[in-house]
């Protein structure tokens, strides 16, 4: 699924610790206060799930595009971000694609990384709707940043 550079990265810590971390990372960003999303990060895999309410509707009453981006690039952000251990991963290109319009219920998002080498990492997401639906996916680039993973950025067990 992604390259063998990644493996033995999660030497210093489990993994169970890492992605707990990870998980509390994505939930303490200020943005997600106003999404109320929730997160399950495992090796190379997230899945997001966001609540679909009237506030994020545009005009015609559906989810806004906005969500549907949010949703793709959160799921693949943390699939990559699940397989290094030490800085925070960047988004350099994300190509969304919207199917279906979604009014009610939640989107869930899930993300998985497909490449992986020492620098560059390619994850997809799959967004579904409360019944199972496919309403969108996408894919996009990361890459490592230089900003460190720790209680800076919220990336703590507490």
Do not use: Q, W
Request: aromatic content about 10%; charged content about 20%.
């Amino acid at each position: 699924m992604y390259g063998a550079a990644i493996e033995g990265e999660l030497t210093t810590m489990t993994n169970a610790e890492h992605f707990k971390k990870l998980e509390n990372m994505y939930l303490s960003a200020p943005a997600n206060a106003y999404y109320a999303p929730s997160i399950a990060i495992s090796k190379g895999r997230a899945e997001v799930r966001i609540p679909i309410e009237p506030k994020l509707f545009h005009a015609a009453g559906a989810a806004h595009g906005a969500v549907y981006f949010k949703a793709v690039d959160d799921a693949a952000f943390f699939a990559v971000n699940s397989l290094v251990t030490d800085v925070f991963v960047l988004t350099t290109h994300l190509n969304v694609y919207l199917i279906r319009p979604i009014s009610t219920g939640e989107i869930t998002a899930i993300g998985n990384v497909v490449h992986a080498s020492k620098n560059l990492y390619i994850a997809e997401s799959v967004l579904t709707d409360t019944e199972g639906r496919e309403i969108g996916r996408g894919s996009g680039t990361f890459v490592r940043s230089k900003i460190p993973l720790g209680p800076d950025v919220g990336y703590t067990l507490e």
